[in-house]
Antibody, heavy 122, light 109 residues
Framework: EVQLLESGGGLLQPGGSLRLSCAAS????????MSWVRQAPGKGLEWVSV????????FYADSVKGRFTISRDNSKNTLYLQMNSLRAEDTAVYYC???????????????WGQGTLVTVSS | EIVLTQSPGTLSLSPGERATLSCRAS???????LAWYQQKPGQAPRLLIY???SRATGIPDRFSGSGSGTDFTLTISRLEPEDFAVYYC??????????FGQGTKVEIK
C-alpha cells in the first residue's frame, strides 16, 4: 500500500525557517516525481513545488521561488521542503503528493499524505 | 500561466440528482493534462479523473469527465451521500508547473 506521511509542521514567527519531511512507502520512491501542495485555512489547493525522481529537476510556484527548496533522499525514501523567510501568507496545511504518469506525458497526483500544518504568526 | 476557473462556486443538490461541474481554462489545455480531485473536510484530496476522462482506480462509474481545449466538465450522474464534498480541477503545464481551480463545493440541498 502506498503511504505518504508528512511531519515537521508547527508554529513559528515571520521570517523563520522550517523543514518539512514526507516519508514514503509502498512504491519505488526514486521512480516517481513528488510534489508539495498547500492549502491555506478555508481556501483551495495551491501547487508549491515538484521534484523529479532523480532529484535533478525542480520547479516552484512564483509565490515561493527563492524562499523554498524541495529536495529528496532516495536512500531514505523521504521528500523534503525547506522553507525560509516565512510569511503569514505561507500559513497552510502542506501536503506531499506522488506523481502518477499516464499516456505519453500526462501527470496527476494519485496519492497524497494527510498533511502537516504550518502556522506563521507573531 | 494558465488560470483555471471553476463554476459554480457552490452547487446545492439532493441525493440522487445529477451534478455538473465546470472548469474553464484561460488558454487551451491538453486533455492529457487535466485532472479532477475530490476533497472532504479534514481529508487530503483524492484523484477522481485524469486525462480529462479516465477514472482513477476505485472511482465509481457515476463519476465521469469530459471536455477539451478550454472547457472541461465533471459529471456525477446520481449523487450519493458520500459525494458531497469540494471538487478541484487541475492542469499540468508545459513549463512543469501545476495549477488548480478554486474549487466547487457540492452541498446537500
Amino acid at each position: 500500500e502506498v503511504q505518504l506521511l508528512e511531519s515537521g509542521g508547527g508554529l513559528l514567527q515571520p521570517g523563520g525557517s522550517l523543514r518539512l519531511s514526507c516519508a514514503a512507502s509502498g512504491f519505488t520512491f526514486s521512480s516517481y516525481a513528488m510534489s508539495w501542495v498547500r492549502q491555506a485555512p478555508g481556501k483551495g489547493l495551491e501547487w508549491v513545488s515538484v521534484i523529479s525522481g532523480s532529484g535533478v529537476s525542480t520547479f516552484y510556484a512564483d509565490s515561493v521561488k527563492g524562499r523554498f527548496t524541495i529536495s529528496r533522499d532516495n536512500s531514505k525514501n523521504t521528500l523534503y521542503l525547506q522553507m525560509n523567510s516565512l510569511r503569514a501568507e505561507d500559513t497552510a496545511v502542506y501536503y506531499c503528493a506522488k506523481v502518477f504518469y499516464y499516456d505519453s506525458s500526462g501527470k496527476a497526483y494519485d496519492c497524497w499524505g494527510q498533511g502537516t500544518l504550518v502556522t506563521v504568526s507573531s | 500561466e494558465i488560470v483555471l476557473t471553476q463554476s459554480p462556486g457552490t452547487l446545492s443538490l439532493s441525493p440522487g440528482e445529477r451534478a455538473t461541474l465546470s472548469c474553464r481554462a484561460s488558454q487551451s489545455v491538453s486533455s492529457s493534462y487535466l485532472a479532477w480531485y475530490q476533497q472532504k473536510p479534514g481529508q487530503a484530496p483524492r484523484l477522481l479523473i485524469y486525462g480529462a476522462s479516465s477514472r482513477a482506480t476505485g472511482i465509481p462509474d457515476r463519476f465521469s469527465g469530459s471536455g477539451s481545449g478550454t472547457d472541461f466538465t465533471l459529471t456525477i450522474s446520481r449523487l450519493e451521500p458520500e459525494d458531497f464534498a469540494v471538487y478541484y480541477c487541475q492542469q499540468y503545464g508545459s513549463s512543469s508547473t501545476w495549477t488548480f481551480g478554486q474549487g466547487t463545493k457540492v452541498e446537500i440541498k
